[in-house]
């Protein structure tokens, strides 16, 4: 079966600090890998998509993520954050075949500290 | 501006009492999809509709009713609700086609006493 586990159900880091958020996922074949970002009060933002391409994506606001097959990852790293990165992320996959489907991730919240 | 509307963005309501959350989105998408999200559950699908009048169950359809006789709208039907469906909804659409990501609303929350 198809799933998608984030290592981290919270992540605490100091402004200007890098932020690492770790995703893993279980799929049979090629999948297609998404990280959205969802802000207080609001839908679901997305930051990446991976869709067989390069293995390394660049996101929006500084965001990105690499793709590695031989670990079955999708990290999503950002190398400075900033107070407005606080909220909550999730790693979404999209099987093969299935893209009628996402299976999302229980989610990251992320805190970012003065 | 392109975007998925949900209304209403909040409800009170008693065990039993028909509703309707509506969702319409102005991207001239195929599919839609309806979600609700759960503390520690991250998003899990109720429904689904790949085009006009074409619908089918997500994981968690029970107790949840769809139509999708207009392609800009996918309205979620709660006949009879009940507490345990007391949640954060959302909608969201897509073009059809591998890899395209989802636009989502702002959300609905419901809470079914």
């Known amino acids: 079966a198809q799933s998608v586990t984030q290592l981290d159900s919270h992540v605490s880091v100091s402004e200007g600090t890098p932020v690492l958020l770790r995703c893993n996922y279980s799929?049979?074949?090629?999948?297609?890998l998404f990280w959205y970002v969802q802000h207080p009060n609001k839908g679901l933002q997305l930051l990446l998509k991976?869709?067989?391409?390069?293995?390394l994506v660049k996101g929006i606001n500084g965001f990105e993520a690499e793709f590695k097959k031989s670990e079955t990852s999708f990290h999503l790293t950002k190398p400075s954050a900033h107070m407005s990165d606080a909220a909550e992320y999730f790693c979404?996959?999209?099987?093969?075949?299935?893209?009628?489907?996402?299976?999302f991730g229980a989610g990251t919240r992320l805190a970012v500290h003065p | 501006e392109a975007q998925v509307t949900q209304n209403p963005r909040y409800l009170i309501t008693v065990t039993g009492k028909k509703l309707t959350v509506t969702c319409s989105q102005n991207?001239?998408?195929?599919?839609m999809s309806w979600y609700r999200q759960d503390p520690g559950l991250g998003l899990r699908q109720i429904y689904y509709?790949?085009?006009?009048?074409?619908?089918d169950k997500g994981d968690v359809p029970e107790g949840y009713k769809v139509s999708r006789k207009e392609k800009r709208n996918f309205p979620l039907i709660l006949e009879s609700p009940s507490p345990n469906q007391t949640s954060l909804y959302f909608c969201?659409?897509?073009?059809?086609?591998?890899?395209?990501?989802?636009?989502f609303g702002d959300g609905t929350r419901l809470s079914i006493l």
């Open positions: 979404v996959v999209t099987p093969s075949g299935g893209y009628n489907k996402l299976i």
């Open positions: 969201a659409s897509r073009l059809q086609g591998v890899g395209q990501p989802q636009h």
């Open positions: 509709s790949m085009n006009v009048e074409v619908t």
């Open positions: 799929s049979s074949y090629s999948p297609s």
């Open positions: 991976y869709t067989s391409a390069a293995t």
């Open positions: 991207m001239n998408h195929e599919y």
